[in-house]
């Protein structure tokens, strides 16, 4: 069984940085790929940022690209997402997500984290 448990996120005005954490602990694969997903109230659940086991291989939305950076802590069961340059459009909860590849699809992660909470005063 794994789980994953989310620290970060918070209220932040426009232009202000946030950081997100993930750490996976249970029986992760050898190649746990991670990610996160954020949902805003009333809209699906979309894709934010995923990264390879190996740290090599991350994956944005482009809507995050240049301004969120996706990597791997050095015991490789943790993933971080510090966020620059945050608008009210990012509000949302954000998930860290994790399964054996990384993917932009959330039907294709099996283990997700509680969500935290990230809100972006305009």
């Known amino acids: 069984q794994v789980q994953l448990v989310e620290s970060g996120g918070g209220l932040v005005e426009t232009g202000g940085s946030l950081r997100l954490s993930c750490a996976a602990s249970?029986?992760?694969?050898?190649?746990?790929?991670m990610g996160w997903f954020r949902q805003a109230p009333g809209t699906e659940r979309v894709f934010v940022a995923a990264?390879?086991?190996?740290?090599?291989?991350?994956h944005y939305a482009d809507s995050v690209k240049g301004r969120f950076t996706i990597s791997r802590g050095n015991a490789k069961n943790t993933v971080y997402l510090p966020m620059n340059n945050l608008n009210p459009e990012d509000t949302a909860v954000y998930y860290c997500?994790?399964?054996?590849?990384?993917?932009?699809?959330?039907?294709?992660?099996?283990?997700w984290g509680q969500g935290n909470q990230v809100t972006v005063s305009s």
């Open positions: 997500v994790g399964d054996v590849v990384p993917s932009r699809h959330y039907q294709e992660y099996r283990h």
């Open positions: 249970g029986s992760t694969h050898d190649t746990y790929a």
């Open positions: 990264i390879s086991y190996s740290g090599a291989t991350p």
